[in-house]
């Protein structure tokens, strides 16, 4: 639980993830969203070409890049040999936390209960994933867990937004994972920037109280 990469999710508080149809999208989601104050990015490994784009972005100065939904070792090695520092899934595969801790990467596996917090951290965690949030209890269920687990950090994706994620901080995340507006595909398709830099001032009005 002492990665040096936990510290800075902690004082970022908010982590965009990435997942779009296209890396042309991705790519803009990303450049639009740093013009916004972010430079922490999880690109998933559902956006087509995602390791070329971790390749490209984890170049360039000042960004912490890190891949999500890492289906196995071998996409984990890849993602590592990309220049990933952080590598997350929406369940417990100790091969790809195995994978990142072998790199000095930080293994964030997925998980939901008790049961599956336990496993994470066995599988050798350095924070734990909780997916999907919004639909297993929301804040509520952060705060439980947080109750039976104080010392580990947690970071509650899916369902989470701009105007729910202080109440997921104050129920003891540690920080939060926001895909939906802050990276909403037909707005990005669409040109609406302004709205996606709305979203993103919201979500870093939570790091800035």
């Known amino acids: 639980m002492n990665h040096p990469l936990i510290a800075e999710f902690r004082r970022a508080k ?22 916004a104050g972010f430079r922490i ?5 559902t956006v087509p070409e995602a390791p070329a784009l971790i390749r490209s972005l984890a170049a360039e100065p000042g960004l912490l890049v890190g891949a999500g939904t890492v289906p196995d070792a071998a996409a984990a090695e890849a993602c590592l040999a990309a220049g990933a520092r952080f590598l997350v899934t929406p369940w417990v595969d100790p091969a790809v936390a ?3 801790r072998r790199a000095g990467a930080c293994a964030l596996p997925g998980a939901l209960t008790p049961t599956e917090v336990r496993a994470a951290l066995a599988a050798g965690a350095d924070a734990v ?17 947080c109750a039976v687990f104080p010392e580990v950090p947690f970071c509650p ?19 939060v994972g926001i895909g939906g507006s802050l990276v909403d ?3 990005i398709a669409a040109g609406g920037k302004a709205a996606i830099l ?5 979500a870093l009005g939570l790091t800035e109280a």
């Open 14 to 35: 908010v982590i965009p993830v990435v997942r779009t149809s296209t890396v042309a999208l991705a790519a803009t989601a990303v450049d639009w969203l740093r013009e």
């Open 41 to 45: 990015f999880e690109i998933t490994m």
């Open 98 to 100: 195995a994978a990142a």
């Open 129 to 145: 994933k909780i997916f999907p949030a919004g639909s297993a209890g929301g804040p509520a269920h952060i705060r439980a867990l």
């Open 157 to 175: 994706t899916g369902g989470v937004e701009p105007g729910t994620a202080q109440d997921y901080l104050a129920a003891g995340a540690a920080f």
């Open 185 to 187: 595909e037909r707005r």
């Open 198 to 202: 709305r979203a993103a001032r919201d």
